[in-house]
């Protein structure tokens, strides 16, 4: 894609949040008193706040890429994420964890599970949550760096460093309460600075309706504009369960309905969003018990609506480039200005009469497939009028029949946006990739100084030893997450395969965490084992089957194909599922197996058949979490009837 | 935490809002974005929005007071 030229009043707007995150760091310095203040905000932060943090912690900027790219490869479809795939875990986080988490007066998630079984398990999940994180962070950045260098020509190595300076001081001086400030700052520019493009490009459509009946004529159709191999019913990127109805191959996804609600709705999202410690983090950061527990009933409420800010850019996309007259199209993937030379050659001294061996020439030469029609139609333009080298480039440019998704939302920022709103909108993406790594860098220095040195290697020492241990171990974080982001820039391949093994060991900890909270008689031994046995059977699975396709190897199949998905998201649903199911019954055996450690005293307040139920009675009725989560699930149902 | 966050969002948007209306003025309606001049149109309502969000941290910091918290 052209890179982006940006006016002063842009980088005005980008300097001024620099100025801002940085003047919010120094602002909460003399408050940071003790470790507690540092690492985990000394649990003093209001519910809005918390939400807000809560659900900006995970939206980051690949969230926002992403589901712009789902949303025009699925359609409306990609709302399973949010409906299916959130809302649910998001509520019985609220109502039926929260007091685990909150009331064990536990610093993070392993310390929990430190209460609750042993170091063991503690360690295992915090070691390998630490490491995930400073991946997480490092391919934050290293996306932030490749995107301000394609985009506004700035070099790699300096935004990296640049960006990762900012953070790293305003972490650094307030926290994690400046992580969760700039992730509420973060919020709202997001949904501030992308509102207005969700509003133009819906204009430009026609409108909602117009939309959708051109998405209808695109579903029957999507060879037209090289969107699928594959034509399905009208309504397959307009409705969200219908197409799933059929199977999976009633539907772009490729999945069927039980894949979705058990391994999406359940396994992968209970697994993710009551679980991972980047996020629980923030709702324990509250300043009470009842704050702690509305925090994820705050963020549902943002989260329900995302799709209309985050999926209809995709969609809006995809109708954009079905109409000619729009004069628009998906991004093509990004191509060497040489290969274009010689494709441009290749169609200059092309035989008129051959164009199939033409199209051969320019596909080879651009290293993409090509639209032969369009080929064919500007081989014939040439030879009527001679054309400019840079009127063939185009036409070249416009004929790739592969689309870069992942610019879609960048495509639409460039094509809606004026300096000004311009400026708004990259800064707002800025914003949630820097957010990105603020927020895993504090989850991880939490988790490192409180439940990997503190409880395993250094125990006993002062408070101001761990604050310091907090504070240089913020920075190693840095500096550890710049090292992954080269990594990742270097290892394309090698990043698929860390991002596959966090995945395995995202799967079974939804199971642990269940038998955790909700069986007394599970043991240390049990979970840990359990746990191991997951993690396991992740990558047995994983080994033993392939998605339509693809072929053995890193994206599975390597030691046998015992059965072969429709899609890598229906095989990655179902990896969740046996992964879920392996350790529940692996805790539970194990369990009932050995010997209980602790007694019903020590596990009072961490299992939910020994902790006396909490009484609301005294809030305000809006303010019960189990009030306003059964009004936001029914408000949820109600958004997936709409769009069924 | 000390720090009441609605000061730095509300001069963030209040800054933001200014400048977009400045341009907006300055530039008029660009044919990109189908004719609304939306750099004065969305400046407004964000500098709306910072101005309420202000509002807001000098009200919270007035209860803070009487309440003696």
Same mark, same amino acid.
């Given at each position: 894609m052209q890179p982006i030229h940006l006016a002063w009043v842009d980088y005005t707007i980008l300097l001024a949040y620099v100025v801002f995150v940085l003047g919010i760091g120094f602002a909460l310095t003399r408050y940071m008193k003790t470790s507690s203040d540092f690492l985990i905000s000394g649990r003093s932060i209001p519910t809005w706040v918390t939400g807000l943090a809560f659900i900006s912690a995970n939206l980051g900027a690949l969230e926002l890429v992403g589901m712009a790219a789902s949303g025009a490869k699925?359609?409306?479809?990609?709302?399973h994420f949010y409906w299916v795939g959130a809302i649910p875990a998001m509520i019985f986080l609220a109502v039926f964890m929260m007091p685990f988490y909150y009331g064990s007066k536990a610093r993070s998630v392993p310390e929990f599970l430190q209460m609750r079984f042993d170091k063991r398990v503690m360690g295992l999940n915090a070691a390998a949550f630490a490491v995930m994180t400073l991946f997480a962070s490092g391919i934050s950045m290293n996306a932030l760096a490749k995107l301000l260098n394609q985009l506004l020509g700035w070099n790699y190595h300096f935004a990296l460093f640049v960006c990762s300076g900012v953070v790293l001081v305003y972490v650094l001086k307030g926290g994690l309460t400046s992580a969760i400030y700039t992730e509420v700052l973060q919020f709202f520019m997001i949904v501030l600075g992308f509102a207005p493009v969700v509003y133009l490009g819906l204009k430009d459509v026609g409108g909602w309706g117009a939309m959708t009946s051109q998405l209808h004529g695109v579903a029957q159709n999507p060879m037209a504009i090289d969107l699928n191999t594959k034509s399905f019913a009208p309504?397959?990127?307009?409705?969200?369960w219908k197409p799933l109805l059929g199977g999976s191959a009633d539907n772009p996804m490729g999945v069927d309905v039980f894949a979705i609600v058990?391994?999406?709705?359940f396994v992968l999202s209970f697994g993710y969003w009551c679980?991972?410690?980047?996020?629980?983090q923030r709702a324990m950061a509250a300043k009470n018990m009842t704050a702690a527990r509305n925090t994820p009933i705050v963020a549902a409420i943002p989260k329900m609506l995302f799709p209309a800010l985050v999926i209809v850019p995709g969609m809006i996309a995809v109708a954009l480039t079905s109409i000619p007259d729009k004069h628009y199209r998906i991004p093509p993937p990004i191509i060497a200005p040489e290969a274009y030379t010689q494709a441009v050659a290749a169609v200059q001294n092309t035989n008129p009469a051959d164009t199939a061996a033409t199209v051969k020439a320019v596909s080879d030469a651009l290293g993409k497939k090509v639209n032969a029609d369009k080929i064919a139609a500007l081989v014939a333009a040439n030879a009527a009028n001679k054309l400019s080298d840079s009127q063939i480039k185009d036409g070249l440019y416009n004929s790739v029949a592969e689309y870069d998704y992942d610019s879609v939302i960048f495509s639409l920022v460039k094509k809606y946006c004026p300096a000004g709103l311009l400026g708004l909108a990259l800064t707002a993406l800025l914003a949630s990739f820097m957010s990105g790594m603020a927020g895993n860098v504090t989850a991880f220095n939490t988790v490192w100084t =409180?439940?990997?040195?503190?409880?395993?290697?250094?125990?006993?020492?002062?408070d101001a030893h761990y604050f310091w241990m907090g504070k240089f171990i913020t920075v190693v974080g840095i500096v550890a997450s710049i090292g992954c982001a080269y990594f990742a820039r270097q290892y394309n391949n090698a990043m698929d395969i860390i991002q596959l093994v966090f995945g395995f060991v995202n799967a079974p900890i939804f199971a642990t965490m269940l038998l955790a909270m909700f069986w007394v008689r599970g043991t240390g031994t049990g979970a840990f084992l359990g746990l191991i046995g997951g993690i396991g059977s992740s990558a047995l699975f994983h080994a033993l089957t392939i998605a339509h396709g693809n072929l053995p190897g890193v994206k599975g199949g =390597?030691?046998?194909?015992v059965h072969e998905f429709p899609s890598e998201m229906a095989q990655n649903f179902w990896l969740a599922s046996f992964a879920f199911t392996a350790c529940l019954v692996l805790t539970i055996v194990i369990s009932l197996a050995t010997q209980r450690t602790k007694s019903d005293e020590e596990l009072k307040g961490l299992v939910y058949s020994l902790t006396p139920k909490i009484k609301d009675e005294n809030a305000p009725v809006w303010q019960r979490p189990a009030v306003a989560g059964t009004v936001l699930l029914i408000a949820c149902v109600i958004l997936n009837i709409i769009f069924w | 935490m000390g720090l009441d966050i609605r000061w730095p969002i509300g001069l963030m948007f209040t800054l933001i809002g200014a400048l977009l209306v400045i341009t907006g003025l300055v530039q008029g309606p660009d044919a990109r974005s189908l004719n609304i001049n939306i750099d004065l149109v969305w400046g407004i309502i964000l500098l709306v929005f910072g101005v309420l969000m202000l509002a807001g941290a000098v009200w919270g910091g007035k209860k803070k007071n009487e309440g003696g918290k």
């Amino acid at each position: 894609m052209q890179p982006i030229h940006l006016a002063w009043v842009d980088y005005t707007i980008l300097l001024a949040y620099v100025v801002f995150v940085l003047g919010i760091g120094f602002a909460l310095t003399r408050y940071m008193k003790t470790s507690s203040d540092f690492l985990i905000s000394g649990r003093s932060i209001p519910t809005w706040v918390t939400g807000l943090a809560f659900i900006s912690a995970n939206l980051g900027a690949l969230e926002l890429v992403g589901m712009a790219a789902s949303g025009a490869k699925y359609g409306i479809a990609t709302a399973h994420f949010y409906w299916v795939g959130a809302i649910p875990a998001m509520i019985f986080l609220a109502v039926f964890m929260m007091p685990f988490y909150y009331g064990s007066k536990a610093r993070s998630v392993p310390e929990f599970l430190q209460m609750r079984f042993d170091k063991r398990v503690m360690g295992l999940n915090a070691a390998a949550f630490a490491v995930m994180t400073l991946f997480a962070s490092g391919i934050s950045m290293n996306a932030l760096a490749k995107l301000l260098n394609q985009l506004l020509g700035w070099n790699y190595h300096f935004a990296l460093f640049v960006c990762s300076g900012v953070v790293l001081v305003y972490v650094l001086k307030g926290g994690l309460t400046s992580a969760i400030y700039t992730e509420v700052l973060q919020f709202f520019m997001i949904v501030l600075g992308f509102a207005p493009v969700v509003y133009l490009g819906l204009k430009d459509v026609g409108g909602w309706g117009a939309m959708t009946s051109q998405l209808h004529g695109v579903a029957q159709n999507p060879m037209a504009i090289d969107l699928n191999t594959k034509s399905f019913a009208p309504d397959a990127w307009t409705s969200a369960w219908k197409p799933l109805l059929g199977g999976s191959a009633d539907n772009p996804m490729g999945v069927d309905v039980f894949a979705i609600v058990f391994g999406l709705g359940f396994v992968l999202s209970f697994g993710y969003w009551c679980t991972n410690f980047l996020v629980v983090q923030r709702a324990m950061a509250a300043k009470n018990m009842t704050a702690a527990r509305n925090t994820p009933i705050v963020a549902a409420i943002p989260k329900m609506l995302f799709p209309a800010l985050v999926i209809v850019p995709g969609m809006i996309a995809v109708a954009l480039t079905s109409i000619p007259d729009k004069h628009y199209r998906i991004p093509p993937p990004i191509i060497a200005p040489e290969a274009y030379t010689q494709a441009v050659a290749a169609v200059q001294n092309t035989n008129p009469a051959d164009t199939a061996a033409t199209v051969k020439a320019v596909s080879d030469a651009l290293g993409k497939k090509v639209n032969a029609d369009k080929i064919a139609a500007l081989v014939a333009a040439n030879a009527a009028n001679k054309l400019s080298d840079s009127q063939i480039k185009d036409g070249l440019y416009n004929s790739v029949a592969e689309y870069d998704y992942d610019s879609v939302i960048f495509s639409l920022v460039k094509k809606y946006c004026p300096a000004g709103l311009l400026g708004l909108a990259l800064t707002a993406l800025l914003a949630s990739f820097m957010s990105g790594m603020a927020g895993n860098v504090t989850a991880f220095n939490t988790v490192w100084t =409180y439940n990997l040195y503190q409880a395993l290697f250094v125990p006993n020492k002062s408070d101001a030893h761990y604050f310091w241990m907090g504070k240089f171990i913020t920075v190693v974080g840095i500096v550890a997450s710049i090292g992954c982001a080269y990594f990742a820039r270097q290892y394309n391949n090698a990043m698929d395969i860390i991002q596959l093994v966090f995945g395995f060991v995202n799967a079974p900890i939804f199971a642990t965490m269940l038998l955790a909270m909700f069986w007394v008689r599970g043991t240390g031994t049990g979970a840990f084992l359990g746990l191991i046995g997951g993690i396991g059977s992740s990558a047995l699975f994983h080994a033993l089957t392939i998605a339509h396709g693809n072929l053995p190897g890193v994206k599975g199949g =390597y030691l046998a194909v015992v059965h072969e998905f429709p899609s890598e998201m229906a095989q990655n649903f179902w990896l969740a599922s046996f992964a879920f199911t392996a350790c529940l019954v692996l805790t539970i055996v194990i369990s009932l197996a050995t010997q209980r450690t602790k007694s019903d005293e020590e596990l009072k307040g961490l299992v939910y058949s020994l902790t006396p139920k909490i009484k609301d009675e005294n809030a305000p009725v809006w303010q019960r979490p189990a009030v306003a989560g059964t009004v936001l699930l029914i408000a949820c149902v109600i958004l997936n009837i709409i769009f069924w | 935490m000390g720090l009441d966050i609605r000061w730095p969002i509300g001069l963030m948007f209040t800054l933001i809002g200014a400048l977009l209306v400045i341009t907006g003025l300055v530039q008029g309606p660009d044919a990109r974005s189908l004719n609304i001049n939306i750099d004065l149109v969305w400046g407004i309502i964000l500098l709306v929005f910072g101005v309420l969000m202000l509002a807001g941290a000098v009200w919270g910091g007035k209860k803070k007071n009487e309440g003696g918290k």
